[in-house]
């Protein structure tokens, strides 16, 4: 259900956020996209609990390596403390200035982190920096601008979403990412839309978990008073109840790489011919 009280702890909000259906659907889309080879060696920037570094580790297998770097030491301990493979490890980080080498990895991944980084440029610059000439990037971002989120009382929906847009720093970041990856030195191969559309019919879709981070962000912020986000949250239970919920937003996936060395050296030292 839409919930008002206390928040469960950093495990339940863990799994509830990042196991819903619409993003591990989100996830296993990525995993196809991305076909990570054995042996690989893997950036995972703004790793989270860890879901994606795993399946991403399973691919790669003990010949391979993946590293997860995320700013929170609680999501770091969280994903390390669920880890069972000793080849992928979890680190503390910023993502705008990466504890590795120039040139450390073979593929690099981040979802849902650029668009929090205030920095964008030097985001962009970054993953480039520490991947492999002939490597790849999957860099996936949300576009915020455009929530579409069924409500009764409209304009206060409005006025919620457009207040919660000051939680991200470049929340229409989808329409300049590629330009910005190109100039730190990426080429764009492809950009697939992925959209997350949620009926809301089930407490754990993606719409009740968002919501519920909504609510916590109004409110610890002092955008909003308890008064008006119960209103905003009973409007959603009775749509809930009614079956009327709907939710949608669109994730988009750019796929990137980096160009081979002046001796036509790739990521793995093959030659291409």
């Known amino acids: 259900m839409y919930q008002s009280g206390p928040n469960p702890d950093l495990g339940e909000r863990i799994d509830s956020a990042y196991q819903c259906p619409e993003i591990a659907a989100h996830r296993k889309h990525l995993l196809e996209i991305l076909s990570p080879d054995v042996g690989e060696t893997v950036l995972d920037i703004g790793s989270g609990p860890g879901f994606l570094a795993s399946d991403i580790g399973r691919c ?28 992928v490890s979890f680190c503390q980080g910023d993502a705008e200035a990466l504890p590795f080498n120039r040139e450390s990895f073979d593929v690099v991944v981040s979802t849902q982190v650029a668009e929090y980084v205030a920095d964008a440029d030097r985001f962009c610059t970054e993953v480039a920096r520490v991947l492999r000439p002939g490597g790849r990037a999957l860099i996936s971002v949300t576009d915020w601008r455009g929530v579409t989120w069924h409500a009764k009382n409209e304009a206060r929906m409005n006025t919620v979403m457009n207040a919660f ?49 909504v609510l916590q962000f109004m409110l610890a912020s002092g955008l909003a008073d308890r008064k008006k986000m119960d209103g905003w949250l009973d409007d959603l239970r009775q749509l809930k109840k009614s079956k009327e919920c709907f939710f949608s937003v669109n994730r988009y996936d750019f796929v990137a790489r980096k160009g081979l060395s002046a001796d036509g050296w790739s990521a793995k030292g093959r030659i291409i011919h």
Do not use: K
């Open 165 to 213: 847009s000051l939680h991200c720093a470049q929340q229409d970041l989808p329409r300049t990412l590629a330009p910005r990856l190109r100039n730190a030195g990426l080429d764009i191969d492809r950009v697939v839309c992925f959209p997350i559309v949620s009926l809301g019919e089930h407490d754990g879709s993606y719409c009740h978990v968002l919501a519920a981070f």
């Open 60 to 87: 790669v297998g003990a010949l391979g390596e993946v590293i997860g770097v995320d700013i929170s030491e609680q999501m770091v301990a969280f994903a390390t403390a669920n880890n069972a493979d000793a080849w």
